[in-house]
């Protein structure tokens, strides 16, 4: 079992920035693919990007490719989102995944434990 426990969301203008962390319970952190996520109101969840156990391979949704970098440190059991040059569109709720296999996926139903989330807006 792996809890996650996201933070770092707030409020912030348009074409700001934001790192969000995810820590992770448990010692098999560094086993896990990592993923993060998004829900804005009245809209399905979907991914943002992904991260392979190692930390060498990585995902983007087109939407954030450029803006947003996913990273790791398995030392920590901690996996990061930084985002830059954020948008309104990027407004949501903010979740952290495990997925208990090495390879990165952005594949929301591959995922097996789920953080709380956390809140991400951005103004105009």
């Known amino acids: 079992q792996v809890q996650l426990v996201e933070s770092g969301g707030g409020l912030v203008q348009a074409g700001g920035s934001l790192r969000l962390s995810c820590a992770a319970s448990?010692?098999?952190?560094?086993?896990?693919?990592m993923g993060w996520f998004r829900q804005a109101p009245g809209k399905e969840r979907e991914a943002v990007a992904a991260i392979n156990r190692n930390g060498d391979s990585t995902y983007y949704a087109d939407s954030v490719k450029g803006r947003f970098t996913i990273s790791r440190d398995n030392a920590k059991n901690t996996v990061y989102l930084q985002m830059n040059t954020l948008k309104p569109d990027d407004t949501a709720v903010y979740y952290c995944?495990?997925?208990?296999?090495?390879?990165?996926?952005?594949?929301?139903?591959?995922?097996?434990?789920w953080g709380q989330g956390t809140q991400v807006t951005v103004s105009s």
């Open positions: 995944a495990a997925r208990r296999l090495p390879t990165a996926s952005l594949v929301t139903r591959a995922y097996d434990y």
């Open positions: 448990g010692r098999t952190f560094s086993s896990y693919a």
